[in-house]
């Protein structure tokens, strides 16, 4: 007899990312089958419905609703996956958090600071879990790279560097709005390359290496005008096409911070390096399996940068699935991050990055844009950095 207890999940959007997610839940039995609560597809909501009919066909959901209040109104609903543009994370979440509903939202938590701080009071004033998809951490290079850091093996930190480069919107005939393309909608998607690409680098970066204390960024806008899906006009973008900034993080650390849209040749080069007295780091999302690792205490002679390949049963989530030198995806951070979610309901642990941790991030994103604005330094406000 099955004694798991279930948590009936009603998943919000059925785009990209609805889609990763419910392979997260789909595969978590199979791969975490000790676990003692389980996912149950429940409803999926898209705003058509035969758009979210297909979407529960495919994949396996037992009903669907084309308006997320009934969702959020449903007694058989016991956790609310926000998977929308950014322009309805923060309407969702405190409906969902009021009706006390646990929550797994998207990234970027909100368009912004002001959003996100009304979303982590209400999730802190009810209670519910919540977490928010930041799921790079949960690739196992990064979370290796995470505990390699925590060692103390690289010494005192001095630099921080990260891109995000991508090169999909260079077409000035993409119009805003959309799926997909409601990313250069500044309305849809609070900023540009900012909130969607650098938050992800951000998150990362303090998870890695703390807070981060004041920002000095510029940004760019190379098309200037698109067609509007919603009016059918040419409307000015409003979004940043492309941002760098370089910052302090509070340990003393340089940070310096790239993400484009405009890099032809590049689909998701994310990539990160930390630089320390001893040993420095580095990855990259096109090659995710490895982790680059130098450290100055080896012997001279064979002294150099070693391409750690991150596949071991002793590496962060590897004794989950296949066998030694044998590699996983980018599907499996978002698997890992549902395996985390369902461990911290039966620890009672917060699952980070929690909305409150992703509000340190909101602060950054925030202080960037308006760094660049003002073409001044800005200080962050982060205030509390996320102990792991
Ligand atoms: N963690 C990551 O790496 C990652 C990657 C991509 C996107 N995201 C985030 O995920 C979210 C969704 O992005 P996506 O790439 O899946 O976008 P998408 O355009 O592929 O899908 C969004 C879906 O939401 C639907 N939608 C919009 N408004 C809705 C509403 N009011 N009710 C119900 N459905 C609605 C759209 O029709 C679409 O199907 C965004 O916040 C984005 O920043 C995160």
């Not at 969902?96 to 990234?107: N, T, V």
């Not at 799921?135 to 990064?142: E, Q």
């Not at 650098?198 to 004041?214: E, K, Q, R, S, V």
């Not at 492309?242 to 994310?270: D, M, P, Q, V, W």
């Amino acid at each position: 007899m099955n004694t798991k207890k279930q948590i009936r999940i009603g998943l919000i959007g059925t785009g990209l990312m609805g889609r990763i997610h419910t392979n997260g839940y789909k595969r978590l039995s199979d791969f975490f089958p000790e676990y003692e609560y389980v996912p149950v597809l429940q409803a999926c909501c898209s705003r058509k419905a035969e758009r979210a009919q297909a979407f529960a066909d495919q994949w396996g959901y037992k009903s669907i609703e084309t308006d997320w209040r009934k969702i959020i109104a449903r007694d058989d609903i016991d956790a609310v996956d926000i998977c929308t543009p950014n322009d309805s994370h923060a309407e969702i979440a405190i409906a969902a958090a009021k009706a006390g509903k646990m929550i797994l939202c998207e990234k970027p938590l909100a368009r912004t600071v002001a959003e996100a701080e009304e979303m982590v009071k209400a999730v802190e004033a009810s209670g519910v879990k919540n977490t928010v998809w930041y799921n790079y951490r949960r690739v196992p290079a990064v979370t290796l790279a995470k505990n390699i850091v925590a060692s103390g093996k690289l010494g005192k930190i001095f630099h921080y560097r990260a891109n995000f480069l991508q090169d999909w919107t260079i077409n000035p005939e993409l119009p805003q709005g959309g799926d997909g393309l409601w990313r250069l909608d500044v309305d849809a998607a609070g900023s540009g390359v900012t909130g969607d690409l650098l938050a992800h680098c951000i998150d990362t970066a303090m998870w890695l290496n703390g807070g981060i204390t004041d920002v000095s960024a510029v940004t760019e806008t190379f098309v200037k005008e698109r067609v509007h899906v919603g009016s059918g006009e040419k409307k000015k973008v409003g979004i940043d096409d492309a941002c760098i900034f370089h910052c302090h993080f509070s340990n003393g650390s340089l940070g310096l911070f790239e993400a484009t849209r405009y890099a032809r040749g590049h689909k998701a080069l994310y990539t990160f390096e930390i630089n320390g007295e001893h040993a420095s780091i580095r990855w990259d999302l096109h090659d995710l399996t490895r982790l680059e690792y130098f450290d100055h205490g080896d012997e001279s002679q064979v002294r150099g940068w070693r391409s750690i390949h991150v596949t071991d049963g002793d590496h962060p989530y590897m004794k989950r699935w296949w066998i030694p030198g044998t590699s996983i995806g980018y599907e499996h951070s978002f698997i890992h991050q549902v395996s985390d979610f369902f461990l911290s309901l039966q620890t009672g642990e917060p699952c980070h990055p929690t909305f409150r941790d992703a509000f340190e991030t909101q602060k950054v994103c925030e202080a960037v844009i308006e760094s660049a604005n003002s073409r001044s330094w800005k200080d962050t406000g982060v205030e509390w950095v996320e102990k792991v």
